[in-house]
């Protein structure tokens, strides 16, 4: 008998306000053109004033209940992928459980930037796997808007807020990659490369800083090592990319997310896109386009998914998992 972590709902909350490229224009000296054909990105949400992460995890949170027929109570953990938390502290993981009036079990943040939800998710899985926790609600929320730099138009133009969450529960499968639920997972990371991407600011400054990013120098390590991460996990079963029906990449950059499924050889049909509507929101980028995979009827179960994602630290990932 196997244990595994298989989804039980899934769901997503995107800020009201959509901010098309044309309106960035006014802002710093850019186009739709460019930021279309160098990112794929064509708008992006921003959450409104007052409006904070949690607020965005809380609706997630409660879409993805409903999805799954739960109650709060019924949630032993949750997990939020986030660098944008409220406040420095508590966690916007203890915000979004007291915020659904959730009144037992743990709520903590996982921070590794755009990577933080492969990161939860191989940590959910693991608190299921060893009989800590039944079921784990897994959310990635993000307010990235409040970490522009709206006078750098390298970075201002590729970032947007959302959130998406998963409802994973303990289920008992036979072992083979036939089970629904998390098959395999692959985490990395290397300080060495911490300046390329990174907040400015925090203890050491006073002040919440802004987002500085060699967006180039991303680039080329994340097509690299997002393939490799993926083959990695995969291999660990036994699969490989003729395998996957879905990649559900991170959202960064579609040249990044084409780049990876042609190393990987899964056809861009089999890609789940939604970079051209969401922008890059970080941790949030995976279960918002799980979410909207879903709902657009492209992510069924029984699928083979591969989720991938890099960001800050570095910090990359993946995680093999059937619908
Ligand atoms: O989620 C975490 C991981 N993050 C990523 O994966 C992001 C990775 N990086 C990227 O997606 C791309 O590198 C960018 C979209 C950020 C930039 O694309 P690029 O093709 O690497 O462009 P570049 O940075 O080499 O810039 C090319 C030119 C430069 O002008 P010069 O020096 O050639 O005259 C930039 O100044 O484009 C200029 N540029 C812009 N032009 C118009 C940079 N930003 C803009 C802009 N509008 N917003």
Partial sequence: ?????????????????????????????????WIKTR????????????????????????????????????????????????????????MIQGGLGMTRGFAFDVQAVCAGFVFALTNANALILTGQAQRV????????????DWTDRGTCVLFGDGAGALILEAATGTGSTDDRGILATDLNSDGRYKNLLYVDGGT???????????????FRHAVEKLAETA???LDKVGLSGGDVDWIVPHQANIRIIEGTAKRMQVPMDRVVVTVQDHGNTSAASIPLALSVGRARGQIKQGDLIVTEAIGGGLAWGSVVLRW
Avoid: C, W
Avoid at 79 to 93: H, R
Avoid at 137 to 144: D, K, L, Q
């Fill in 1 to 33: 008998m196997t244990i595994r972590a298989v989804v039980r709902g899934v769901g997503h909350y995107l800020p009201e306000r959509v901010v098309p490229n044309a309106e960035l224009e006014a802002l710093v000296e850019t186009s739709d053109e």
């Fill in 39 to 94: 990112s794929g990105i064509e708008r992006r949400h921003y959450a409104a004033e007052g409006q904070t992460t949690s607020d965005l995890g809380i609706r997630a949170a409660k879409a993805a209940l409903a999805d799954a027929g739960l109650e709060p109570d019924d949630i032993d953990a949750i997990i939020v992928a986030t660098s944008t938390a409220d406040l420095t502290f508590p966690s916007a993981a203890t």
């Fill in 137 to 148: 609600m897994v959310i990635g929320a993000e307010t990235f808007s409040r970490l522009m």
């Fill in 204 to 218: 050491s400054t006073g002040t919440t800083g802004h987002l500085r990013m060699e967006g180039k120098e991303v």
């Fill in 231 to 233: 083959h990695k996990a």
